[in-house]
């Protein structure tokens, strides 16, 4: 069984990601840690909270980080526009339970002990992920695989040229992808938005019935709403949810399409900063430090949703 550590921002999709990891039955959800970005941290954090509660799971939630490494008042400004598809809080009952003690960062370092079939997952902008690994340098070879959801090459929502994750905290994003994790695999827009999510997937959600289903069917139709609003998708009234299609590769690794990359960042360009740069060539000046989603398969990608959503927790 495949034993994850889930780093989020939980907004809508995250939610959705949570959801997966928790029940689907070939994964454990070994514990959630927060981070700023689709909303502040504690907003993410009670969203984590809400998340777990109301679908009858018990995980360690471990509070992270306020704000970049290098704050940036643009990321300030990004918030109204996330605020249309995620809001503040999710339309879920406040949490009963509570988060844990320990930063986010403290518990990562020691999180990761080398056991080889545990595997990191951020969904948000990689802050808790760099501190820990500037805390312990060690980190990066204990952990054995990273699959993070972030970063574009044929598209961008942010700005013209970068993802929100990446551009949340490009100083981070980049300590990561040059931390020498030796399996990483980058899950961008190119691959999300091809696992999109329609308003009569919706339908079959809430017709499981389950907290799970019933949930996520709300949840992905507020996404619709705001995609509607803000950036119409190629399949009328849908949406991508892509934090999930981390995990769903995770229990089905075909449910993307992958091929070894270099990737790195951008920090200075005045247009391009957190842009993910990907070197394609054949012959690539640097050797590939990741492999880089281009595909996702829709269909199996929902049916991995409703496999999931219509369990109740054991």
């Known amino acids: 069984m495949t034993q994850l550590v889930l780093d989020v921002d939980t907004g809508t999709d995250d939610a959705i990601a949570i959801m997966l990891a928790a029940l689907d039955p070939r994964l454990e959800l070994l514990a959630v840690t927060t981070v700023a970005g689709n909303a502040s941290v504690e907003h993410t954090t009670e969203n984590t909270l809400r998340v777990l509660d109301h679908i009858g799971v018990e995980a360690p939630v471990h509070r992270g980080a306020a704000g970049a490494i290098v704050p940036s008042t643009a990321v300030k400004d990004q918030a109204e526009r996330s605020r249309k598809i995620h809001g503040d809080y999710l339309d879920l009952p406040p949490a009963r339970s509570h988060a844990k003690t320990t930063p986010a960062a403290e518990f990562l370092v020691s999180a990761f002990d ?3 079939d545990r595997v990191l997952v ?12 500037l805390l312990d340098p060690g980190l990066a070879q204990r952990i054995p695989r990273l699959v993070l959801m972030g970063g574009s090459h044929t598209r961008a929502n942010v700005t013209p040229q970068a993802e929100f ?9 980049r300590i990561v992808l040059r931390s020498g994790i030796r399996d990483l695999t980058v899950v961008p827009l190119d691959a999300t938005h091809e696992a999109l999510v329609s308003e009569a ?3 079959r ?13 709300s949840l992905i139709r507020r996404r619709i709403e705001g995609y509607e ?8 009234r849908s949406a991508p949810v892509h934090d999930a299609l981390c995990v769903a590769h995770l229990i ?6 992958t091929r070894e990359a270099h990737v790195d960042v951008e920090l200075n360009g005045e247009l391009t900063r957190g842009r993910t740069v990907v070197d394609l060539r054949p012959i690539p000046a640097q050797p590939a430090n990741a492999r880089w989603a281009y ?10 949703l409703l496999g999931a959503f219509i369990r109740q927790p054991t």
């Open 114 to 116: 080398g056991e080889p």
């Open 122 to 133: 951020p969904t948000g902008p990689l802050t808790n992920v760099a501190t820990a690994l």
């Open 165 to 173: 994750n990446i551009w949340g905290d490009p100083e981070a994003a």
């Open 201 to 203: 997937d919706c339908d």
């Open 205 to 217: 959600l809430a017709a499981l019935g389950t907290p799970a289903g019933t949930a996520a069917a």
């Open 229 to 236: 609003a803000i950036q119409p998708q190629a399949i009328r």
């Open 252 to 257: 089905e690794p075909d449910v993307i399409a």
């Open 295 to 304: 595909g996702a398969d829709r269909e199996r990608f929902f049916e991995l």
